[in-house]
T-cell receptor
Framework: DSGVTQTPKHLITATGQRVTLRCSPRSGDLSVYWYQQSLDQGLQFLIQYYNGEERAKGNILERFSAQQFPDLHSELNLSSLELGDSALYFC???????????FGPGTRLTVL | ELKVEQNPLFLSMQEGKNYTIYCNYSTTSDRLYWYRQDPGKSLESLFVLLSNGAVKQEGRLMASLDTKARLSTLHITAAVHDLSATYFCAGRPRGGSNYKLTFGKGTLLTVNP
């Protein structure tokens, strides 16, 4: 158990809908990272937040957005969902001064 | 832009044998990571390699880093079935503080009795 929690574990929805994925980092970790894992694209970095501020962006679609709240939990919002958005979405956290990113259990999103 | 390539992508081994997974990266990276992922599960951190010549070992796994060759290896010694999993290497581009990682495609390792 990495100490990173994600909810929900599974999400099934329809095209065009909007969903929110939630992540709670390890206690004390200020950095949160979001990754998408799919069969065709592999593991891709989406976005990073540090203590409430966006720090880095990867290949994140404009339909996707994220935020980190004062209690340090983070949410990834996916809108106008398409079939191709079906994937595992991971959140990871990292502590100040540490090198390792600890991954949560992931949310499996299925868009029908 | 950092690119990370692993090979092989699929590896079927017999128990008791040794093998190596290779990870090449395209530009300067100052952190090289190895992760393990079991089917349908999360990623578990195995090693973080920080400098040229770094070598780390945990049980039957040993990872090394050659920054001049832009190459990291994950060596498996006397494989056992429990090591069956997908192994990813990932790099962080040198400079900056954001720690966004670029992952390889992963190596699916199957250890057969």
């Amino acid at each position: 158990d990495s100490g990173v929690t994600q909810t929900p574990k599974h999400l099934i929805t329809a095209t065009g809908q909007r969903v929110t994925l939630r992540c709670s980092p390890r206690s004390g970790d200020l950095s949160v990272y979001w990754y998408q894992q799919s069969l065709d694209q592999g593991l891709q970095f989406l976005i990073q937040y540090y203590n409430g501020e966006e720090r880095a962006k990867g290949n994140i679609l404009e339909r996707f957005s994220a935020q980190q709240f004062p209690d340090l939990h983070s949410e990834l919002n996916l809108s106008s969902l398409e079939l191709g958005d079906s994937a595992l979405y991971f959140c990871a956290s990292r502590g100040g001064g540490g090198d390792t990113q600890y991954f949560g259990p992931g949310t499996r999103l299925t868009v029908l | 832009e950092l690119k990370v390539e692993q090979n092989p992508l699929f590896l079927s081994m017999q128990e008791g044998k040794n093998y190596t997974i290779y990870c090449n990266y395209s530009t300067t990276s100052d952190r090289l990571y190895w992760y393990r992922q079991d089917p349908g599960k999360s990623l578990e951190s195995l090693f973080v390699l920080l400098s040229n010549g770094a070598v780390k070992q945990e049980g039957r796994l040993m990872a090394s880093l050659d920054t001049k060759a832009r190459l990291s290896t994950l060596h498996i010694t006397a494989a056992v079935h429990d090591l069956s999993a997908t192994y990813f290497c990932a790099g962080r581009p040198r400079g900056g503080s954001n720690y966004k990682l670029t992952f390889g495609k992963g190596t699916l390792l199957t250890v057969n009795p």
